[in-house]
């Protein structure tokens, strides 16, 4: 049984959420706000928090910030009926599940809680917003979050996250090929670094994978499983 911490100001809303929930044969806890949510959040791990983006005194976004210094690796969903919300870019630089529109797809909404893996986070550096869109979503339909650098130095800005693992480029605007690798290999030390490339370069780095496009998604996912599981990618 899996258990969930839904987050709402709107009680009857999160109420409704909550029983559908239940209705799958798992638990949920409610907060009305974020100051109630942290302390439940302190107290015991959950599988996902679901969180509104608008709510009095502390939004969504601030939120998640602050539970991911209680709990690195508590899966975040952020729902919304304001996508152009200032904050929401803050909110997915924290390496978000998913961002859904209210009122809430709920078949949707069952699918990425139930596939949302703890400490599941994967850093995602490639410049083609394309591919690194792809990457995304296809992490996503394996319960992996990511957070996304498209060039050397948005990968020094990536916030004070914790992925289990990277894939990365190595050729990204900002630097000689294998630079973006290089300096996330310093943020993140000992981070398992999955190469994802055209090039024949070698990685500046030693790497847990290499695959060169076009790759087999597919396998690239396995290889990602079997490293959050705590195996090893194939050479």
């Known amino acids: 049984m899996r258990h969930y911490l839904i987050v709402d100001d709107n009680r009857d809303f999160a109420e409704n959420l909550a029983e559908i929930v239940r209705d799958e044969g798992d638990e949920v806890s409610l907060a009305a706000g974020g100051a109630e949510a942290l302390g439940l959040a302190a107290a015991r791990r959950y599988d996902a928090l679901l969180t509104d983006m608008r709510m009095p005194l ?22 919304t009926a304001h996508a152009g919300n200032d904050d929401l870019e803050s909110a997915r630089r924290e390496g978000l599940l998913a961002v859904l529109p209210k009122p809430v797809p709920v078949e949707r909404l069952l699918e990425l809680l139930g596939a949302a893996r703890r400490d599941g986070l994967v850093a995602v550096v490639e410049d083609d917003p394309h591919q690194s869109d792809n990457l995304t979503e296809a992490l996503r339909s394996r319960g992996f979050a990511a957070v996304t650098a498209g060039s050397v130095l948005e990968t020094e800005r990536l916030g ?36 994802v490339t055209g090039l024949a370069a070698e990685a500046p780095l030693p790497c847990a994978g290499r695959f060169e496009k076009p790759f087999d998604t597919g396998a690239l996912l396995a290889a990602l499983e079997r490293l959050h599981a705590g195996g090893a990618c194939p050479p």
Do not use: N, T
């Open 58 to 79: 502390m939004g969504g976004a601030e939120l998640v910030h602050r539970v991911r210094r209680i709990d690195p690796g508590l899966p975040a969903v952020v729902m």
């Open 160 to 195: 004070p996250v914790r992925p289990f693992a990277s894939l990365c480029d190595l050729r990204v605007p900002g630097g000689p090929d294998g630079e973006a690798m290089r300096r996330l290999g310093l943020k993140f030390p000992g981070l398992p670094m999955v190469v």
